[in-house]
C-alpha cells in the first residue's frame, strides 16, 4: 500500500515531554508508540499506552492465589505479554472485505494480547495497555469511553440509552485527521491524570466496578465533590464535542443536573440495576 507505514520512530522530545506525567518506576507509566495497523485497516497514529508496573501485576496474581482464583483475565494477559509474538499464534482467514490485491485474507491472532502490548512488555517489564490516539485538532481523544466515565454518566443521571450511543459512536483509531504529539496532548491527558489520580486509592483491578463513581463521590467533601464533578463533567463534555458530531452535547446533563441526581437515596441501586443490564 502507497505510503504505509510499519514503523515510525517516536522523536525523543516528544517522549521526554510525556514523561512529564510519568512520576516515577514504581507507578503506571506512559509510553508512546506508532500504531501501523495493517494495509486493509490503516490506522497510521501515534498512540499512548499506559505501562503497568510488573510489581503490581504480580501483587495481583498473588491475591488471586490466595483466593483461589484461577484463569482470570488478569492470568491470561499477563500469560500472553510473556509468550509468543501475537503475530505468529494465529493462522490467515478469508475475509470478504480485504481485495485479493491485499490478499484477501485478515490475520486472527490467538493471543490475548496485541503486537504492540507486546513488544511493549519486552521494552518496559510491564503490561501496556492501550489509552490514547493522538489525532484530530484537540489533542487526540481516549481509545474508548471506559467503563469508569460509563459508571460516572449512568450515575449522575445520563439516560442508559444515550451512554450507549456514546460508548458506539467512539471512533476508532485512524478515522480523525493526522495530528503530532504537541502541549493540546500533554494538557488533555494531564487532566485525565487529575481525574485518575481522585480514583487511584482504589486497587487497580477493582477501579471499574459498578457503584465506583457513587462511592468516590460519597468520600469527597463538599468543595472537592464540586470540584471533581466539575472537572469530570468538562472531561466528558470535552471529548464528545471534540469528537462526535451526530450525538450533541445539549444531551448529557448540565452540572446542575449531575449535582441533583447525586442526591437521590436510591441511585448505588440504579446504578447497579443499569450496570447488570
Known amino acids: 500500500m502507497p505510503g504505509f507505514e510499519w514503523e515510525r520512530t517516536v522523536p525523543l522530545e516528544w517522549q521526554t515531554d510525556l514523561d512529564q506525567l510519568n512520576p516515577g518506576e514504581n507507578v503506571t507509566t506512559l509510553k508512546l508508540v506508532w500504531q501501523p495497523g495493517w494495509p486493509w485497516g490503516p490506522v497510521q497514529r501515534f498512540e499512548v499506552y499506559e505501562i503497568i508496573p510488573a510489581a503490581t501485576i504480580e501483587r495481583i496474581l498473588r491475591e488471586e492465589a490466595i483466593r483461589w482464583i484461577q484463569d482470570s483475565m488478569t492470568q491470561g494477559i499477563w500469560k500472553a505479554v510473556k509468550g509468543p509474538d501475537p503475530r505468529t499464534v494465529g493462522q490467515w482467514v478469508r475475509d470478504p472485505d480485504i481485495p485479493w490485491s491485499m490478499g484477501g485474507k485478515r490475520w486472527r491472532s490467538d493471543s490475548l494480547v496485541s503486537h504492540t502490548q507486546w513488544q511493549l512488555h519486552r521494552d518496559t517489564g510491564?503490561?501496556?495497555?492501550?489509552?490514547?490516539?493522538?489525532?484530530?485538532?484537540?489533542?487526540?481523544?481516549?481509545?474508548?469511553?471506559?467503563?469508569?466515565?460509563?459508571?460516572?454518566?449512568?450515575?449522575?443521571?445520563?439516560?442508559?440509552?444515550?451512554?450507549?450511543?456514546?460508548?458506539?459512536?467512539?471512533?476508532?483509531?485512524?478515522?480523525?485527521?493526522?495530528?503530532?504529539?504537541?502541549?493540546?496532548?500533554?494538557?488533555?491527558?494531564?487532566?485525565?491524570?487529575?481525574?485518575?489520580?481522585?480514583?487511584?486509592?482504589?486497587?487497580?483491578?477493582?477501579?471499574?466496578?459498578?457503584?465506583?463513581?457513587?462511592?468516590l463521590l460519597d468520600k469527597e467533601s463538599k468543595d472537592r465533590h464540586r470540584s471533581m464533578m466539575e472537572r469530570m463533567h468538562k472531561w466528558i463534555d470535552h471529548q464528545v464535542g471534540s469528537i462526535i458530531s451526530d450525538i450533541p452535547r445539549s444531551q448529557l446533563p448540565a452540572l446542575s443536573e449531575f449535582e441533583r441526581e447525586t442526591e437521590h437515596e436510591d441511585q448505588d441501586e440504579v446504578l447497579a440495576n443499569l450496570l447488570e443490564e
Do not use: C, K, N
Not at 481509545?143 to 443521571?157: I, K, V
Open 126 to 215: 510491564g503490561l501496556p495497555t492501550r489509552s490514547w490516539i493522538i489525532e484530530g485538532d484537540q489533542g487526540g481523544h481516549a481509545w474508548r469511553l471506559g467503563e469508569f466515565e460509563q459508571a460516572f454518566l449512568l450515575s449522575t443521571g445520563t439516560e442508559p440509552e444515550l451512554v450507549q450511543d456514546l460508548t458506539m459512536a467512539w471512533p476508532d483509531p485512524g478515522t480523525q485527521p493526522y495530528a503530532d504529539y504537541d502541549q493540546r496532548v500533554l494538557d488533555a491527558l494531564a487532566e485525565r491524570d487529575q481525574i485518575t489520580q481522585w480514583r487511584e486509592s482504589l486497587r487497580w483491578d477493582d477501579r471499574v466496578g459498578r457503584d465506583v463513581a457513587l462511592d
